[in-house]
């Protein structure tokens, strides 16, 4: 059986429901599943648990399903560029797990390698290990963290064959290979699909078994959170480009 959808609501099809937990590849805007993420937020489900390095920005990314009040509790390392999350935050409408962001990819890790739980000196001492187990090793404390299993992972990468062998472009790689790990099941869209033997083994980041549906990404704008440029003029004079 095929694992290529025609859409991404067609690639989340049967999958999605009240109150599952989501795992999303992506840094900020930076290799987001920008079509998965839209098409969850069209389907209409709600009470979601969001795994991700952060909650994208207001109205893009992620944001959007912050926008339609699809998220109850997101598990994220970094949330500082969503104004509105952090009102539904303060006002007590969402809950919100903070996990110091090694930790948050060692969990994700940890949750497609069938480890259930492992243990860190990062957080020792701190709000994050409030009400954890600790242990000592070798001198040293350690708390006990929990790996993350999601119900579906949704990912995004640069170049898939048919089989959902994935590899991805340079910072887009960031989150979404321990994301794709993670899920129960794991949606991938793509901006490259090619036939099974056209990808070289030597560049396949994640093997084709962890995809159970792939589907084309729609070419789009790929946005920036902050855009910061020095006037041409700023610009030492090996630097300078022509007018």
């Given at each position: 059986m095929t694992k290529l959808q025609a859409t991404a609501a067609a690639a989340l099809e049967g999958v999605l429901q009240d109150g599952m937990t989501l795992a999303v590849g992506g840094f900020g805007l930076s290799g987001i599943p920008a079509d998965l993420i839209e098409a969850v937020r069209d389907s209409g489900v709600k009470d979601l648990t969001v795994v991700s390095n952060n909650m994208g920005v207001d109205g893009k990314g992620l944001g959007i399903l912050i926008d339609a009040g699809r998220?109850?509790?997101?598990?994220?390392?970094?949330?500082?560029?969503?104004?509105?999350?952090?009102?539904?935050?303060?006002?007590?409408?969402?809950?919100?797990?903070?996990?110091?962001?090694?930790?948050?990819?060692?969990?994700?890790?940890?949750?497609?390698?069938?480890?259930?739980?492992?243990?860190?000196?990062?957080?020792?001492?701190?709000?994050?290990?409030?009400?954890?187990?600790?242990?000592?090793?070798?001198?040293?404390?350690?708390?006990?963290?929990?790996?993350?299993?999601?119900?579906?992972?949704?990912?995004?990468?640069?170049?898939?064959?048919?089989?959902?062998?994935?590899?991805?472009?340079?910072?887009?790689?960031?989150?979404?290979?321990?994301?794709?790990?993670?899920?129960?099941?794991?949606?991938?869209?793509?901006?490259v699909i090619v036939e099974p033997g056209q990808l070289d083994p030597n560049h396949i980041v994640t093997p084709g078994v962890y995809v159970q549906r792939l589907v084309q990404a729609r070419d789009r704008v790929k946005d920036i959170e902050q855009r910061t440029v020095r006037p041409a003029s700023n610009l030492p004079a090996s630097e300078a480009v022509p007018a």
């Open positions: 998220v109850r509790k997101v598990i994220a390392s970094y949330v500082g560029e969503n104004k509105l999350f952090a009102e539904q935050y303060l006002a007590g409408k969402l809950e919100v797990e903070f996990t110091p962001q090694g930790t948050l990819a060692e969990r994700l890790r940890a949750g497609g390698a069938g480890i259930p739980a492992f243990y860190t000196r990062t957080g020792v001492g701190t709000l994050v290990a409030e009400g954890k187990p600790h242990e000592v090793f070798d001198g040293e404390t350690y708390v006990r963290e929990r790996a993350i299993r999601a119900d579906v992972a949704l990912v995004h990468a640069h170049t898939a064959d048919t089989d959902g062998n994935l590899i991805y472009r340079y910072t887009a790689r960031n989150f979404n290979p321990v994301v794709a790990t993670a899920g129960v099941l794991t949606i991938a869209e793509a901006e």
